[in-house]
Nanobody, 122 residues
Framework: QVQLVESGGGLVQPGGSLRLSCAAS????????MGWYRQAPGKERELVAA???????NYADSVKGRFTISRDNGKNMVYLQMNSLKPEDTAVYYC????????????????WGQGTQVTVSS
């Protein structure tokens, strides 16, 4: 059973920093793209940042220059370093990944984590 588990959320003051981590577990053959999404109350879930298996990245305009996505392929982990946080960054942050398991080796399936709350407030 493949799972994604996020950690690192919390309460931070405006201008502060947080680092989110996401660990993929299970009988994993390979991981393609990984990313972070967020959903604020009353809003749709949106892409924050994504990274390919080769390390290419893309970011939402609202976080460019403040957030950095990275991954450790050996540990099946993806990270989101968030700096200069703003109140509008408050949301539940979800990890997402396209994963091939040994059980279904021919196909990438898309997985979501359970989400971690990030609150930016003074």
């Amino acid at each position: 059973q493949v799972q994604l588990v996020e950690s690192g959320g919390g309460l931070v003051q405006p201008g502060g920093s947080l680092r989110l981590s996401c660990a993929a577990s299970g009988i994993i053959f390979s991981i393609n793209a990984m990313g972070w999404y967020r959903q604020a109350p009353g809003k749709e879930r949106e892409l924050v940042a994504a990274i390919t298996s080769g390390g290419s990245t893309n970011y939402a305009d609202s976080v460019k220059g403040r957030f950095t996505i990275s991954r450790d392929n050996g540990k099946n982990m993806v990270y989101l370093q968030m700096n200069s946080l703003k109140p509008e960054d408050t949301a539940v942050y979800y990890c997402n990944a396209d994963i091939k398991s040994w059980e279904y080796i021919s196909t990438y399936y898309n997985y979501w984590g359970q989400g971690t709350q990030v609150t930016v407030s003074s």
